[in-house]
């Protein structure tokens, strides 16, 4: 058998250093990063250039963007098995950005309900990157020939643009591009905020009660979640459109136990909201304990970090500028 035919699925994702990681980013992303290490052969990135969209402190995206690498060693990447890199240091992303760039349509750009969002939120910097955001997005995942992208429900409609546009660059030099589907796991693809569980958690979020932090110590967490907004009629029946607070515990309490909707319902049948959520808190601080001793640990030693990263980027790099050498040939520019 060739090596083509033997080609385990590869796969890649990203996420972006704006901050601390949120429990939404963990569960309905980085959890599932790791467990994939076995099966395909995985690329994980801090998309460091997509933070840039909005403003950043410069000192605080440094900072974040070894946390992030941290927290994602933390929650189980292992570099022997995959590929850890930043954005930046892969130079072939943003020469891939600009010919998808001029393969992407303005109309469908300005669909995307991420920049309508964002330009909402921060009216005074509506910049082109934002609006570009999503070409940036489909280099990443074109440029590896990536297979499957885990991520939250939020990113689909960017996966989708990323298969337009590889069809199209496909369609119109030659077969170039995979296309890439999405590997959006159903439990806990929107976790939403405990503030406004109408509203998806969210690390940018003014409202520190909206969100739990992966570093968020016991206390913190389960203060949280006793905050958490529910309703009024005191039962624990899951049930989004009529109990989004309540059904968004329940998922939260479900994915930390393995314990089912029906198997919860049961467990505070004809208890309070009190218990429930004291439960769902110790359920949530316990998964992350162990996260957060290891974080601690291997942020300790920046050294260890940096050398992952940079093994990491020569890695990315030896595939990617070879996607970009073989694109830049076929639109045509001259090759000397
Ligand atoms: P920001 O608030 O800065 O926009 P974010 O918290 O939305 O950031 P991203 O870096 O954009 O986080 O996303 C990283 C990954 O986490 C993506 O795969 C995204 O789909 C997923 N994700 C983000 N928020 C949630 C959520 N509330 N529930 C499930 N998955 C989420
Ligand atoms: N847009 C993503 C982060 C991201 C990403 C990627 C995810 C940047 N590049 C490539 C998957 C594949 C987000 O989470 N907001």
Redesign the pocket.
Known sequence: MNQQTERRKRIL????P??T??L??Y????RNWAKLQDEFECLYMV?DL??LT?RQVPAELRAHTREAAAMLLAAGIDPAQSILFVQSHVPAHTQLNWILCCNSQFGELSRMTQFKD?SAKHPDNVNGGLFTYPALMAADILIYNADLV??????TQHLELARNVAQRFNNAYSPTFTLPEGYITKA?????SLADPTR??????TNVNSFVLMTDDKDAILRKFKRAVTDSDGIVRYDVAEKPGVSNLITIYSVFTGKTVAEIEQEFAGRGYGDFKTAVGEAVADALAPIQGEYSRILADKAYVDKVLTEGAAAACRIADRTVQKVYKKVGLLQL
């Open positions: 994702s990203g996420i972006q704006t901050g990681f949120t939404g980013n569960i309905g992303a980085v998309a997509h933070a909005v964002k885990p991520v939250g429900q939020d990113q806990g693809a929107k976790i939403m998806k958690m969210s690390k940018s979020d």
